[in-house]
């Protein structure tokens, strides 16, 4: 297979709502000819299939799927709940629902019991057939007893019993909650891929000269398209022509419109405001942020967090137990006590009494009603674990620049101290340290760049730039060796020298600026003060960080003391670090989590790379179209607002305590359940209006997270 062309393609489709139909899928798949790869995401109905090309195509993939009874959709953005009359398993449950009355009805009336006794045993297999054909699956071909095989033989033993009427509704009622789950699951994808209704379905393209309309998905990377003012915007690009404002918060979640000129980035789903704007696309549909946004969600989906891990570890062995304990009750009781009918209808009432339906959905249900609400707000959790651990974060430690202040500084003070060969004066000095931070991309150097052009100073040309991690830059021009970099490092390398600069060094940090010093091998040739601004909502985050739980905020920077503890002090953070490398950042967070055990660590996803590592949850911020801070990030704050932060970290915890009334509810009911049943005080068909409607109850409750 080495030498043959691999392409890989995804479907999305119907009826897959569950692990059980995932296996179905893969054994329906497995050993096809060409299949080079397969992985099913059940939660959002999406198959990936690797396929040889010389040996099948899309097509026939696609076509084994519909015989297995999973057709692919063919439109991604038909993400609309289907009819009732458009779901097998709402019809099976209707047909059940409808020979069980009848069955009632014939029976009350009068009529030959057979009569009665056939509409049941119909209702039985009908309302059956999915669950049924589950668990001999399941059993069969998987090895595993499940909750359906559970339903199975209650339903089976209580119609040899005689008990036709009881089995018949026992069959209705769990077909009824696997309609309720599928539907449920169809739900929570729906709320997710409406976020695709944020783009346009046609683009007015020009291509040879001509102005065009065609479907966003036939964008190109390169074409030149037009978005007319109200108009949203088709695909991520970059503006060629045209001014306006553009506004963001449908993937972004910023209040206020951006405004917008030629060469910025625009991204899928934003909507225009007053002007024409023509804009070349930089990715294709389906690679553009929202098509991406979608997808991270649905991968997130699949990861399970480590409560819903055990839950279903614990049912794992849970069901079979519970069927080996109700054949003990049915064999071993009668023998010992005497009285087979009884212990037989005492059996099956146990095996329903205790299955685990709404334990086992009561935390995924949750969850994946969580999950895309998030992202619908902006805020992009990459699984259950991370929803977990958010709940529990106790300390949040937080970058300074970009995330607590604007990250857009400016200078402040310039200070020529001395000459040196090719640097005689101010602008000679301007011009160099533009040439090097025109190499860099930290905050600070684009400011210092973005001041000298300001001047009117043209940089100097440097070779052999070199980055010095938490210390600055380095650079050769043609009269020697230039430095950049704060006073730390300049401290460590000119030495008793740093003396005659050390004083306007602490006067401007006292005043809370940032200083960048340049210099030479031995000595400092100038001071830069730049000062960053807090952003407008910081202090506002950090109260509803606490009101929402956390019960410590600090500060980890590369910044001097004294503006750090400024910045902090205006924003009401109660800790602060500062002074920091990124090695040193690494450091004071695994102090951090030695002494209260659940940090999360926010920063922009690319320069905080090893700290987001090192914490518990790393969160990065202001993300749109950063592909790379979009794949490593734990959770992703897609605009730059901070109040995203405490919306996130609320949203987890109450994820976790519906999870958590959803445990106690199960469990509860289930223990009442199981008592009223080995004591002979519940019939079957109490338990199991008891037993779906608490499956029922846990699925309402989930779908509470559904709403922002």
């Known amino acids: 297979m080495a030498n043959k062309a691999v392409k890989t393609i995804e479907f999305h489709v119907d009826n897959l709502d569950c692990d059980s139909e995932a296996n179905a899928i893969r054994r329906g798949l497995t050993g096809a000819p060409g299949l080079v790869d397969l992985t099913i995401y059940s939660k959002s109905a999406r198959v990936s299939i690797s396929y040889a090309t010389q040996e099948a195509s899309p097509a026939t993939f696609s076509e084994r799927l519909r015989l297995l009874g999973y057709p692919p959709r063919k439109n991604l953005r038909d993400h609309r709940l289907p009819k009732p009359w458009e779901n097998a398993k709402v019809l099976t449950a209707c047909g059940s629902a409808i020979l069980l009355a009848a069955g009632w009805l014939v029976g009350t009336a009068g ?10 045993l119909a209702a039985i297999v009908i309302g059956g057939w999915f669950f049924g054909r589950e668990a001999i699956e399941e059993l069969v071909f998987e090895r595993e007893i499940g909750i359906e095989l559970l339903m199975t033989v209650a339903a089976v033993a209580s119609a040899i019993l005689g008990q036709f009427a009881e089995a018949a509704t026992l069959a209705f009622l769990y077909s009824i909650s696997e309609a309720a789950e599928g539907y449920t699951e169809e739900k929570t994808r729906s709320a997710v891929r409406a976020l695709m209704d944020l783009t346009p379905r046609l683009a007015l393209v020009r291509r040879e000269g001509k102005e065009q309309e065609i479907p966003a998905e036939q964008l190109r990377v390169g074409d030149i398209f037009i978005v007319r003012p109200g108009q949203s915007v088709a695909t991520d690009g970059e503006i060629v022509s045209g001014v306006s404002g553009v506004n963001q918060a449908p993937v972004t979640g910023e209040s206020m419109p951006v405004g917008k000129k030629p060469h910025d980035t625009v991204f899928a789903g934003s909507i225009n405001g007053e002007g024409v704007l023509e804009v070349r696309a930089t990715k294709v549909f389906a690679e553009n942020t ?18 819903q891990r055990f839950i279903e570890r614990f049912g794992a062995w849970y069901s079979p137990a519970v069927l080996a304990v109700g054949i003990l009750i049915s064999v071993l009781l009668p023998v010992l006590l005497g009285g087979w009918h009884s212990w037989l209808i005492r059996a099956t009432i146990f095996i329903v009494a205790a299955a685990p339906c709404a334990l086992v959905i009561s935390i995924p249900i949750t969850m994946v009603a969580a999950l895309g609400t998030a992202a619908r707000r902006g805020v992009l959790i990459k699984g259950g674990s991370y929803m977990e651990e958010l709940a529990r974060i106790v300390v949040v430690a937080l970058d300074k620049t970009g995330t607590v202040t604007m990250g857009k500084p400016d200078v402040t003070d310039f200070v020529f101290l001395r000459a040196a060969p090719g640097v005689e004066n101010q602008r000679a000095l301007l011009a160099l340290a533009a040439g090097v931070e025109a190499r860099s991309e930290h905050p600070l150097a684009r400011a210092i760049v973005h001041h000298v052009q300001k001047l009117g100073v043209a940089p100097v040309e440097i070779t052999e730039f070199r980055a010095l991690a938490g210390a600055g830059a ?38 809370g600026k940032t200083v960048v010093l340049i210099g030479g091998d031995d000595e400092v040739w100038g001071v830069i003060a730049l000062r960053d601004t807090l952003r407008p909502d910081a202090a506002q985050a950090i109260a509803a960080l606490r009101s929402s739980g956390i019960k410590r905020v600090v500060m980890l920077t590369g910044d001097n003391e004294t503006s750090a503890r400024a910045i902090a002090h205006d924003a009401g953070i109660d800790e602060v670090h500062a002074g920091l490398t990124p090695e040193n950042k690494v450091e004071k967070l695994r102090d951090l989590a030695r002494a209260h055990r659940h940090v999360a660590m926010v920063g922009d996803g690319i320069n905080d790379a090893p700290a987001l590592a090192a914490a518990n949850v790393g969160i990065a911020m202001g993300v749109a179209g950063t592909d790379a801070a979009l794949e490593t990030a734990d959770v992703a704050l897609m605009g730059d607002d901070l109040l995203k932060l405490a919306y996130a970290v609320g949203l987890a915890r109450r994820a976790q305590g519906i999870t958590r009334q959803n445990l106690i509810l199960s469990s509860l ?9 080995l004591f002979g005080l519940l019939s079957l068909p109490v338990v199991v209006v008891a037993h779906e409607l608490s499956e029922l109850a846990v699925i309402a409750n989930g779908m509470r997270m559904l709403r922002a």
């Open 290 to 307: 929202i098509s991406r946004i979608i997808r991270l969600v649905e991968e997130a989906r699949e990861r399970k967090g480590a409560s």
């Open 474 to 511: 380095s650079a050769q021009f043609v009269d020697g060796r230039v430095f950049v970099g704060n006073p730390k490092s300049f401290r460590d390398r000119v030495g008793v020298k740093f003396g005659a600069v050390s004083k306007q060094v602490e006067r401007l940090e006292h005043e």
């Open 111 to 120: 009529a030959p019991e057979l009569a009665s006794v056939s509409l049941y």
């Open 669 to 677: 009911l289930i223990s009442a359940l199981v008592a009223g049943a």
